[in-house]
């Protein structure tokens, strides 16, 4: 049995588990999807048309214990597809994977989840130094990223404050900011509590997690230890002023000298405000210093990026939104822009863009990215 039939088999066993354990508690359930295609023209890739599609399955389902006590799942899956096009050859690629699988005991104060889930947290927009377990791309409408296999709990008191602890285990992948792989046989664990502020609110998180440089070929010259402990602090804050202000840090720290990735931190400074123009016109603007340094808040190795994000409803069906990061130390500027248009369930968007061929934008390096180069795409996303 491939893998994809594996992935596939253990879903549906897992979907029609769910269903018959909620189903003989007489228990509420929905059904929901969203299925998008898309067409992107890339004349800096080799192949320079690519046409793809994806749908998101989604089951949803819960079972109320008393008033105050309730037992929900959900589980979804990603199943995608693209191929590429190009006059000597095509190439088509797909796979069929878990996306969400979690369940959920939840009181009024108290929430206890554990499965295949997303969590993210901070008040950055555009550069978020935040981003620990997610790859979410503020350019990218549907705002689709992996879950992380983890149990998270929450509790939420009385004045607004919350307490957060998240344990994690078995994701192979790199996550937000990571360059190294985490050693899968052991947890990674952290926490966060946020408490509210005159005009806002205020949090401090922590994570840990070994990583594993015997796994990164790219990166075990530098250490081959395949258990090295790394150190997350986090803080973020947001303030509704007369405008929304906002300032997100992290300091990620190694317990062993890996070079310039020993002490990294990354500082985002942002603002918005909606002016009174026409429909309102909401500007967003992000400023992140990002520094990997032997010695921790030496900033003798810096990258200063700037983001501007604009966007306007124009009617009832349409909004426009460009934005642009600016990379000052190699003078290259990111640019898109996109148009969307609502139909009830349907929307389409229509994206252009003109970026350098190369990223250097921290935590948007991919390979896979297809924003790098100069490109058009047309998307069409039906939600259920």
Known sequence: MNRVMKRG????????????????????????????????YAP???????????????FNGQYRLDENRLFDVEISANLFGDMSLRFDEDRMTGDIKPYRAWARYSTSQLEIRAGLQKINFGSAMMF???????????RDPLQLTDGMWAGLL???FLNNANLWFWVLMGNKDIKGWESVPTNRKQPEAGGRFQWPVSQGEMAVSYHFRPVDFGASSAYSSLLSDRSVAEHRIGFDTKLNLTVGLWLEASWTHLAKDAGIMTNQTLITLGTDYTFP???????????????????????????????LSLSYPIGIFDNLQGMVYVDWA???AYNFLNWQRQY???TFYLMAYWNPARFSIPGMTSADNRFMGKGMQLMVVWNH
Do not use: C
């Open 9 to 40: 088999y253990l879903f549906l066993l897992g979907w029609m588990l769910s269903i018959s354990i909620l189903s003989a508690q007489k228990s509420s359930f929905r059904y929901s999807g969203q299925l998008s295609g898309w067409g992107l």
């Open 44 to 58: 800096d890739y080799a192949s320079d048309v690519w046409l793809g599609g994806r749908y998101l399955p989604q």
């Open 128 to 138: 978020r130094p935040l981003m620990w377990f997610d790859k979410m791309d503020p």
């Open 154 to 156: 929450r509790y939420y």
């Open 277 to 307: 123009w026409g429909n309102g016109l909401t500007a967003t603007l992000e400023q992140v210093v990002f520094d990997g340094s032997r010695q921790a808040f030496s900033f003798d190795n810096t990258a200063t990026f700037s983001g």
């Open 330 to 332: 190699n003078h290259e």
């Open 344 to 346: 009830n369930s349907l």
